[in-house]
């Protein structure tokens, strides 16, 4: 049996999407140190791409692609969000309700608006 084949899972999934429509955004994804963090790596690769007959310069360069993707926010929802934000819905009661993944574009916004960058982890502790 799917995750969303489980009782009240497709109901929470619509509820929880609501609730994030009307939140809105509140920090602007220009701003999320992810997405400063990975324009400087792209900087990097492009520096060191520009000449590749220098040694070195393109591992170094793929090294950099790499890291900007691991730290570079998505445009949407990780795909694990909703899983793990189901699977640890009893143990967060308020409605900022986060995932851990990296680079998830929903939660990385919500974590940087509350501040803190652990919201809805704090509540566990
Ligand atoms: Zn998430």
């Given at each position: 049996?799917?995750?969303?084949?489980?009782?009240?899972?497709?109901?929470?999934?619509?509820?929880?999407?609501?609730?994030?429509?009307?939140r809105?955004p509140k920090v602007?994804?220009?701003?999320?140190?992810?997405?400063?963090?990975?324009?400087?790596?792209?900087?990097?690769?492009?520096?060191?791409?520009?000449?590749?007959?220098?040694?070195?310069?393109?591992?170094?360069?793929?090294?950099?692609?790499?890291?900007?993707?691991?730290?570079?926010?998505?445009?949407?929802?990780?795909?694990?969000?909703?899983?793990?934000?189901?699977?640890?819905?009893?143990?967060?009661?308020?409605?900022l309700?986060?995932?851990?993944?990296?680079?998830?574009?929903?939660?990385?916004l919500l974590k940087a608006a509350d501040g803190?960058?652990?919201a809805?982890?704090?509540?566990?502790?």
């Amino acid at each position: 049996m799917g995750t969303w084949d489980e009782p009240g899972a497709r109901e929470w999934r619509q509820a929880v999407d609501a609730a994030d429509q009307l939140r809105g955004p509140k920090v602007p994804v220009g701003e999320l140190p992810g997405y400063l963090q990975g324009c400087d790596e792209v900087d990097e690769v492009r520096r060191l791409m520009a000449d590749p007959t220098v040694p070195g310069a393109l591992t170094a360069a793929r090294a950099a692609m790499r890291r900007a993707l691991r730290v570079t926010p998505q445009s949407c929802l990780d795909q694990l969000c909703y899983e793990q934000r189901w699977r640890g819905r009893n143990r967060w009661d308020g409605p900022l309700q986060v995932c851990d993944r990296p680079t998830c574009g929903r939660c990385l916004l919500l974590k940087a608006a509350d501040g803190d960058g652990n919201a809805g982890h704090s509540r566990t502790a």
